[in-house]
Nanobody, 117 residues
Framework: QVQLVESGGGLVQAGGSLRLSCAAS????????WGWYRQAPGKQHELVAVITSGGTTTYADSVKGRFTISRDNAKNTAYLQMNSLKPEDTAVYFC???????????WGQGTQVTVSA
């Protein structure tokens, strides 16, 4: 059974930083591409960043230069370092296997990120 557990969210002022973690179990972590997604109130899930099994990273234009995705295969964990946060980054953040341009598994509980102006 696949489990995705996101953590590290919180309330931060604009310009601040947070580091999100995604602990995965029940899956061959190292063989998969991983994505961080976010969902703002009233909106659909938005892909924020992807890291391939080989370590190549891509980012949405809205976070490029501010967010960094990484992975630790030994710990079955993906990370999202978020710097220079803006109020428009406020959302629930989720991780998932990224396959064929979308999330592959059901969503976990996510972690709330709130950025105050």
């Amino acid at each position: 059974q696949v489990q995705l557990v996101e953590s590290g969210g919180g309330l931060v002022q604009a310009g601040g930083s947070l580091r999100l973690s995604c602990a995965a179990s029940g899956i061959n972590f190292s063989f998969n591409n991983w994505g961080w997604y976010r969902q703002a109130p009233g909106k659909q899930h938005e892909l924020v960043a992807v890291i391939t099994s080989g370590g190549t990273t891509t980012y949405a234009d809205s976070v490029k230069g501010r967010f960094t995705i990484s992975r630790d295969n030994a710990k079955n964990t993906a990370y999202l370092q978020m710097n220079s946060l803006k109020p428009e980054d406020t959302a629930v953040y989720f991780c998932n296997v990224h396959k064929y341009g979308r999330n592959w598994y059901d969503w976990g509980q996510g972690t709330q990120v709130t950025v105050s102006a």
